[in-house]
């Protein structure tokens, strides 16, 4: 592997020494290094476990150890004497802070498992586990073998109703409809010799649909009762901490939603994978609470009418529902995987990702492309990928290029690990490009949920329609799908054939952790640079509907009778009133284009329409629709608009307790209409009675 010490030290301002045999021969430099209190980067994930062992066993060292991989990612590869910046830039993000410690989500589990499925399979499955878990078994039908002779775990058996929770939490009901209560059966096979239909299995139940009555297996039980078809069925619940699913794929799965609860595993009963980590999930867990959500800028819902729904939809773990009585969103922290789709549909930020947060996510894309173009690389191309599936596939793909099978991450493409793929939008992905990036790619393998792939997509296209809107030409976005490391070759090395037009400097800003505030300074940082500038830019640039975080509304001046519940229910303060007059106000800036006004609209005289509009008015309220004060007929006050009171004067004059007089009061204000009303000597009062 090609390396230039001296090129790299003077890209990341320091002097560097190279060493090739750190763990080795060379490790006494190692603990050197490590005992001088300053954080030491080693550029080798492959002895990481060597490297933290020497570390533990060398008197004084107190330095922060950090691991970057620069072999697979860059120095495997067939350009691999052009990678020197792209290392560079991967050395310098190696080093950048720890992102700050964010908040936990625990789970207890006591190894209480309920392994589902056929009692052959689950009694094997059980055996493996019982010496560490507390074992108890759910038989849905006899398998190939039956239940052995001996039992050793509790059985359960009848219609399974309903399984819900999560690690250490797991609500399981059941209906015991089965004749044969499977407490009391002895297992001595009386009831299997005599039935005549033979609708008795080695599960010890009951098939009902072959049974025909003869009830020679109650009568064969007399010692035992275990068996009454009298018995009247009973819902039954019991809770655990673990559930082993061993029904076959063809079954009607418990969980429908693609990323299941922790705590639950589908298995065929021979993953011995599966049946290893079960063993390990005995105590206290903790996970980071991936999310944070700020009720105020949340667009689901206002006066129980809902808008925004995208973080709903979007999500595998059914872990967001709807509280719209509220006005809010519910994200169930046990049941959140950590995939942040929520986050990057979001058009309010009033989700963000939150391990690690947008500002150092953006630090990160910063530092790896400064440091990239401080040492002379050109064409960036960041690889965003996995660090499960994702990252396997690009170190697969680097030792392919080793073997020389295959061609190696391109010098220009500069992976880069996420918690989850959805986890990063608009905001960073153009915050990204404005850094001097000439493409975010984006790498799905067989993880991601379709959904996600969906929803990163429109986000894709979205931001893609406002770069080309400003003339800046080429495919800067790309979802690239790849399951195996031929795929991923193929794909990688057709990035070189592209070349896209980008701003000719690069931002300085910093990535907020509010995503519209970061979103507003880098279409600034865009449109300053705009290439059709000088030629004219238009005066909007239309969006995709789907997934649009951007947009104006129309109004139809014929049908809106200003009633204004439009502005109450605006999330953004984008609709506004006007104290002083009977207007309806807009500021485009702020619309998320979540669709509550137009929802709420009794009128249905609103419309979205996904636009960003590029002239200063897009910054400053302009009025939408307008119309004359209504004056009171008596008193003359100003109380209501001509066109509510005219509309509600029409829609009214039909109604049996609105005419004559009672017609005439609706044109009066509520002082003259309590007036009117006691002074009239038509109207019948209390006390006449």
Same mark, same amino acid.
């Given at each position: ?24 021969? *060379? ?109 108890? +078994? ?21 219609? @399974? ?37 033979? $609708? ?45 699913? /061993? ?11 693609? $990323? ?12 011995? !994978?599966?049946? /290893? ?40 773990? &059914? ?40 500002? &150092? ?20 191309? @960041? +690889? ?20 020389? =099978?295959?061609?190696?991450?391109? !010098? ?17 992905? +153009? ?82 952790? *509010? ?16 290439? +059709? ?25 014929? =049908? ?91 829609? @009214? ?23 009117? @009303? ?12």
């Amino acid at each position: 592997m090609p390396l230039d010490a001296k090129a790299l030290g003077a890209a990341l301002h320091e002097e560097l020494t190279l060493h090739s045999t750190l763990c080795r021969r *060379e490790a006494g430099a190692f603990q050197d290094a490590i005992r001088t209190g300053q954080e030491v980067v080693v550029a080798c994930t492959q002895e990481q476990r060597l490297f933290g062992e020497l570390g533990t066993q060398t008197e004084g060292a107190v330095s922060p150890i950090r691991f970057v991989n620069i072999r697979e990612t860059g120095g495997w590869s067939r350009d691999a004497r052009d990678a020197g910046p792209k290392i560079a830039a991967l050395l310098a993000a190696a080093r950048l802070p720890e992102p700050p410690p964010v908040a936990t989500v625990s789970y207890k589990s006591i190894g209480r498992l309920l392994v589902i499925g056929p009692l052959d399979a689950a009694e094997q499955a059980a055996a493996l586990v019982a010496d560490v878990l507390d074992v108890t +078994l759910f038989a849905q039908g006899p398998g190939q073998a039956g239940g052995a002779q001996a039992r050793r775990f509790p059985v359960l058996g009848g219609r @399974l109703t309903g399984l819900s929770g999560w690690l250490g939490a797991f609500d399981v009901q059941w209906a015991a409809d089965n004749p044969i209560d499977l407490d009391l059966c002895t297992r001595c096979n009386a009831c299997i010799v005599a039935c005549p239909e033979n $609708a008795i299995g080695l599960d010890y139940q009951v098939d009902l649909s072959a049974c025909d009555a003869n009830r020679a297996c109650v009568r064969a039980c007399q010692v035992a009762g275990a068996i009454d078809f009298g018995r009247e069925a009973s819902a039954q619940q019991e809770r655990f901490d673990l559930v082993l699913d /061993l029904r076959p794929a063809t079954a009607e799965p418990t969980f429908v939603q693609h $990323a299941p609860p922790q705590g639950y595993f589908r298995s065929d009963g021979r993953d011995m !994978a599966v049946l /290893l980590k079960l063993r390990e999930m005995v105590g206290e867990f903790d996970k980071p609470r991936f999310f944070a959500y700020k009720q105020k800028l949340c667009a689901h819902s206002r006066n129980e009418t809902v808008g925004c729904n995208a973080c709903i939809d979007i999500c595998s773990a &059914e872990a967001i529902s709807s509280d719209k009585s509220r006005q809010q969103i519910k994200v169930n922290p046990h049941l959140c995987v950590g995939c942040g789709a929520c986050t990057t549909v979001c058009p309010t930020g009033a989700l963000s990702f939150a391990y690690p947060g947008a500002t &150092e996510q953006g630090a990160r894309f910063k530092a790896l492309l400064s440091t990239y173009a401080a040492a002379g690389g050109q064409s960036a191309v @960041l +690889l965003l990928h996995s660090q499960e599936q994702g990252q396997a596939l690009v170190e697969e793909l680097g030792r392919a290029a080793q073997l020389r =099978r295959a061609q190696g991450v391109p !010098a220009h493409v500069i992976p880069v690990p996420l918690w989850h793929t959805a986890s990063t939008g608009v905001d960073l992905w +153009l915050s990204a490009l404005a850094y001097g990036a000439s493409q975010v790619v984006v790498l799905a393998t067989h993880e991601e949920a379709p959904q996600y792939l969906d929803g990163v997509q429109a986000q894709m296209e979205v931001a893609q329609a406002i770069l080309h809107g400003l003339g800046y030409t080429g495919s800067h976005l790309r979802l690239l799908r790849a399951g195996d490391v031929a795929a991923l070759d193929t794909a990688l090395q057709s990035l070189c054939n592209t070349r896209q037009l980008l701003p000719p400097v690069a931002a300085r800003h910093a990535v907020a952790q *509010e995503k519209r505030a970061t979103l507003e300074m880098v279409l600034d940082h865009f449109i300053a640079h705009a290439p +059709l500038l000088k030629e004219g830019l238009p005066e909007a640039i239309a969006l995709p509907a789907a997934g649009a975080p951007l947009g104006s509304i129309t109004v139809d001046k014929d =049908r809106c009778t200003l009633c204004l519940s439009c502005v109450s229910a605006c999330p953004a303060g984008a609709l506004q009133d006007n104290p002083q007059l009977p207007q309806l106000r807009f500021l485009e800036k702020n619309c998320v284009q979540c669709g509550l006004c137009a929802t709420t609209c009794p009128e249905d005289a609103i419309a979205l329409q996904p636009r960003l509009l590029l002239t200063p008015e897009r910054a400053q309220l302009r009025v939408l629709a307008e119309t004359q004060p209504w004056a009171c007929v008596r008193c003359s006050k100003p109380f209501g608009t001509f066109k509510a009171i005219e509309a509600m004067l029409e829609r @009214l004059s039909g109604h049996a307790m609105f005419q004559g007089e009672a017609l005439e009061r609706l044109k009066m204000c509520g002082d003259c209409r309590v007036i009117d @009303l006691y002074s009239s000597q038509s109207e019948a009062k209390v006390t006449d009675l």
